[in-house]
């Protein structure tokens, strides 16, 4: 019988013992199947004489459905569940990221090389030339992960020990995608002013500054100063990486669609960080028909005060050709809201203003969430590139360059590329020191 969930994207694996004859899995997958549920890997575990044990994972919208799930696979005959895990918990155990040695350590003699005595004659050396603490340390390839907690994802502040493994996931993608080492830095601290001087006091350690999931305005203040003070890059990616990754999607969207960017009115939901960085970055750009919303009057008068005009949430949905959502309100957008053949970029994370497919079915031309449309494109080869060159900062013509780039590697019909396609992250990484040396953004030596 067809369940009256809908399907989802709660990952769950379940080890089960099966009857080892031909046909059984097959039952077992249709009777999934008739729970409306679909089903990824499947992993053959142990193979007896006459059972098998196999691990599923399935994709499940609530408990409930699984519980649903679990009960029929219990009444078919020659089927145990072993077991239940959720998979997003089990790749959590322990955390994702660790520092590892990038030296061999396996006799006396090699410790003492990377270590003491032998280390001394380094740090001299460093003492008389500063420098050389880009050769003979890890810094210029370390980037911190900065976060108080106050705007993880969508989720609101929940804490900056709550986020680490969002600042992990950062962290990991940038070691996966362009190898640098990204070191998540909590500071379980509101007030802007102690946020800019722990990270003045720490920065001698990294190449350079990411600021992550920092609410507006603090997140403004805290990345103005800071830039000014340090002469290595500082870069709020909700802001930035986010800006980027739009832009380079909406190069798409109006290519596609007939549009063109800079004479289309934009709407922009939510002037928070993102929402901002965004506006600062399509402005920058030449776009001169920003309209905006926030439920907050200085959000508002900050919109305004660089060429935005503020309205309500009708009269962006009613008046834009391109929407862009970043309020961390799940379905904030009806679908009787969607505009005839307008773009639709719904970002907010976990969950979406509106889901795209359904914004289609509304009537949008094209619609993308915050899963495919993330700065996680952009902020790899962004810092990568800015490390390269040892850029001082990483102004709007690198932001462009990176837009513009990510971009040109959609497929035909994409608005922007797969998070692991191949070449994104290099292609962005030599766009960025290209216009970074272009632009002057490095520090003469
Ligand atoms: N896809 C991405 O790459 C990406 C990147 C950055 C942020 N985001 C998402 O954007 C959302 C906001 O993040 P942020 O860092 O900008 O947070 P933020 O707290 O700085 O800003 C959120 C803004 O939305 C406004 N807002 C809240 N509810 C609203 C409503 N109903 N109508 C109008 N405005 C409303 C708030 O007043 C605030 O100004 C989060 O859900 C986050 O996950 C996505
Ligand atoms: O973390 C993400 O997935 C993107 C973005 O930085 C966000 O805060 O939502
Ligand atoms: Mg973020």
């Known amino acids: 019988m067809r369940s009256e969930h809908s ?88 955390g994702k990221i660790a520092t590892k040695s990038r030296v061999d350590i396996n006799t006396i003699s090699d410790v003492r090389k990377i270590y003491t005595p032998g280390v001394a004659a380094i740090c001299k050396d460093i003492e008389q030339r500063p420098e050389l603490a880009y050769q003979y340390t890890a810094i210029p390839n370390q980037v911190a992960i900065v976060t108080n907690g106050t705007a993880i994802l969508g989720l609101g502040d929940i804490g900056a020990v709550a986020g680490m493994p969002v600042m992990e996931g950062k962290a990991a993608l940038f070691d996966r995608l362009v190898g640098v080492s990204g070191v998540p830095i909590l500071i379980q601290n509101h007030d802007p002013q102690v946020i800019i001087d722990t990270v003045r006091n720490i920065a001698p350690t990294f190449g350079a500054i990411k600021l992550e999931d920092i609410k507006a305005p603090e997140c403004f203040e805290i990345e103005d100063t800071l830039d000014g003070e340090l002469d290595i890059p500082v870069l709020h990616d909700d802001q930035h990486g986010t800006a980027v990754v739009v832009l380079a999607s909406l190069l798409n969207a109006t290519r596609f669609s007939g549009l063109m960017l800079r004479k289309s009115v934009v709407g922009v939901i939510g002037l928070g960080a993102a929402g901002m960085g965004i506006s600062k970055l399509l402005t920058s750009y030449g776009v001169s028909g920003l309209i905006g919303t926030d439920l907050d009057a200085d959000a508002c008068k900050r919109f305004e005060s660089i060429g935005g005009r503020a309205c309500s949430l009708t009269d962006v949905m009613r008046d834009s050709h391109i929407v862009i959502a970043t309020t961390g309100c799940p379905q904030l957008i009806k679908p009787e809201m969607v505009r005839k053949g307008s773009v639709i970029l719904a970002l907010s994370n976990p969950n979406p203003e509106i889901e795209p497919e359904l914004a289609v079915e509304s009537g949008a031309a094209f619609a993308a969430d915050g899963k495919s449309v993330n700065n996680a494109l952009a902020f790899p080869g962004l810092f990568r590139g800015a490390l390269n060159i040892r850029a001082t900062r990483i102004n709007d013509k690198m932001k462009i360059a990176a837009a513009q780039t990510i971009a040109k590697c959609a497929e035909e019909n994409e608005l922007v590329p797969g998070l692991l396609h191949p070449e994104v992250h290099q292609a962005v990484t030599a766009a960025v020191e290209r216009a970074g040396l272009e632009s002057g953004a490095i520090k003469p030596w």
């Open 7 to 94: 399907t989802g994207d709660i990952a769950k694996c379940l080890r089960l013992m099966l009857y080892d004859k031909p046909g059984h899995l097959a039952r077992v997958a249709t009777e999934i199947g008739n729970q409306n549920v679909r089903i990824g890997d499947i992993r053959l575990i142990r193979s007896g004489r006459t059972h098998s044990t196999r691990e599923l994972v399935i994709f499940v919208s609530c408990e409930d459905q699984l519980e649903d799930v679990i009960d029929a696979l219990t009444l078919l005959e020659g089927v145990i569940v072993e077991d239940v895990f959720d998979l997003v918990q089990a790749i959590h155990k322990g």
